[in-house]
Nanobody, 114 residues
Framework: VQLQASGGGLVQAGESLRLSCVAS????????VAWYRQAPGKQRELVAS???????DYADSVKGRFTISRDNVKNTLVLQMNNLRPEDTAVYLC?????????WGQGTQVTVSS
């Protein structure tokens, strides 16, 4: 499965961005889909995930500001990011997990200026 992420950019604090990740296969067959991010000098962290049968989880730092969703018709994973903060600056990567298989998109840069 190939994942293609897009939608990053440079915004000011308080603004919004919408990230998309298109899967090459039917996304509804991937039990776990998620967005991660990695800032310079920091470890990769889980931002939000959708786990089939278990629901949606968010990192505490993005709760109330970010929304993850999945469009099974368009095979797309979306991350709506509102009220962005400078500390949200990172490369955002989409991820899929199916059994022992892990799929990663190429990442999209999000930069938030203060």
């Amino acid at each position: 499965v190939q994942l293609q992420a897009s939608g990053g950019g440079l915004v000011q604090a308080g603004e919004s961005l919408r990230l998309s990740c298109v899967a090459s296969a039917s996304i509804h067959t991937i039990p776990v889909v998620a967005w991660y991010r990695q800032a310079p000098g920091k470890q990769r962290e889980l931002v939000a995930s959708i786990r089939h049968g278990f629901g949606i989880d968010y990192a505490d730092s993005v709760k109330g500001r970010f929304t993850i969703s999945r469009d099974n018709v368009k095979n797309t994973l979306v991350l709506q990011m509102n009220n962005l903060r400078p500390e949200d600056t990172a490369v955002y990567l989409c991820n899929g997990q199916r059994g022992n298989e892990r799929y990663w998109g190429q990442g999209t840069q999000v930069t938030v200026s203060s």
